[in-house]
């Protein structure tokens, strides 16, 4: 019998995060969602580009999802097996949101420096969580933003191949893949700073081109 690679076993075990901080925010997240009543129609899972609605973001969720029950779930940091820690205990329970946007593994891709097919199998086992916990809710599985300032940077090789591997994952039935890397990207390839500072974390412009190109797709999915 072929043995699972140790990183994949990272990638899809549940690992609970130590730091204050990440505590205090699960704490405070528990809380919101009873203060929503568990009402919540649009549920955002990620790292720190989905949690950063919440900051740099804000002025585009609040145009465009303010209205739709949103609820976001995103941690600064996160890799694969930290939202499926968070899954597994207490964030979604009790909610039925008609629609999850999924943006998860820049971390596990960079943090660690993963196998993309680790980082797939990490994204695969998020899938398979929510498919048991949440069976009514569609889920808009988006590809990771590109990384790095070249296409030729072994960091976005390495996030290329782990979306290629993510996108079969989409049955277009209940799991919708979306790509919108492009819209962050020059005609040559290239990140420039304006738009991703660092490389990664997007500018506070960019959560407005985010918001626009999933706004077709988030329109049709919550019906």
Known sequence: MTETPAKQLLSTTPVERNEDWWQTRHQQK???KQTLNNDVDLLFLGDSITHSWE???KDAWLQYYADKKPFNLGYSGDRTEHLLWRIQNGEIDDLKPKLIVLLIGTNNAGHRVEEPEDTSAGVKAILQELE???PTSKILLLATFPRSKSLHAPMRKRVN???AMTQTFADEQRIFWLDIGQEFLTEDGMVLDTVMPDYLHLTSEQYWVWAN???EAITKLLG
């Open 132 to 134: 048991q916990r949440l």
């Open 55 to 57: 900051d740099t973001g």
């Open 213 to 215: 190109a999933m706004d």
């Open 30 to 32: 528990l809380t919101e």
């Open 161 to 163: 191949a782990a979306n």
